[in-house]
């Protein structure tokens, strides 16, 4: 579990990211959460991106990929979802 202080800090990277994935009308399959896992071990922290015509809520997509893909929800702000995943083999982001 991240701390408060942890957060805070891995918003404040997150800030200048752009979403790499997009969530749309079809919501979060195997698929997706594979290719995520995949980019949050080698990114760490990442951002996705709810469509417009998405069926279900945000904060629902949000809980889903995270517990799917075992990463931690950064934050939900608009409709991005920030996630955190600490990497094995390509560790960038140190903790506060």
Same mark, same amino acid.
Not at 51 to 61: A, H, R, S, T
């Given at each position: 579990?991240?701390?408060? #202080? $942890?957060?805070?800090?891995?918003?404040?990277?997150?800030? $200048?990211?752009?979403? !790499?994935?997009?969530?749309?009308?079809?919501?979060?399959?195997?698929?997706?959460?594979?290719? !995520?896992?995949?980019?949050?071990?080698?990114?760490?922290? !990442? #951002?996705?991106?709810?469509?417009?015509?998405?069926?279900?809520? #945000?904060?629902?997509?949000?809980?889903?990929?995270?517990?799917?893909?075992?990463?931690?929800?950064? $934050?939900? !702000?608009?409709?991005?979802?920030?996630?955190?995943?600490?990497?094995?083999?390509?560790?960038?982001?140190?903790?506060?």
């Amino acid at each position: 579990m991240l701390t408060g #202080k $942890q957060k805070r800090y891995l918003r404040s990277q997150a800030n $200048q990211l752009k979403p !790499i994935f997009q969530v749309g009308k079809d919501g979060v399959n195997e698929n997706m959460v594979v290719q !995520i896992e995949e980019a949050l071990e080698k990114r760490e922290l !990442i #951002k996705v991106s709810v469509l417009q015509n998405c069926m279900e809520d #945000k904060d629902v997509v949000a809980e889903q990929i995270s517990t799917s893909a075992n990463a931690e929800l950064v $934050q939900v !702000i608009g409709n991005n979802i920030v996630l955190y995943k600490e990497s094995l083999e390509n560790k960038q982001i140190k903790l506060p």
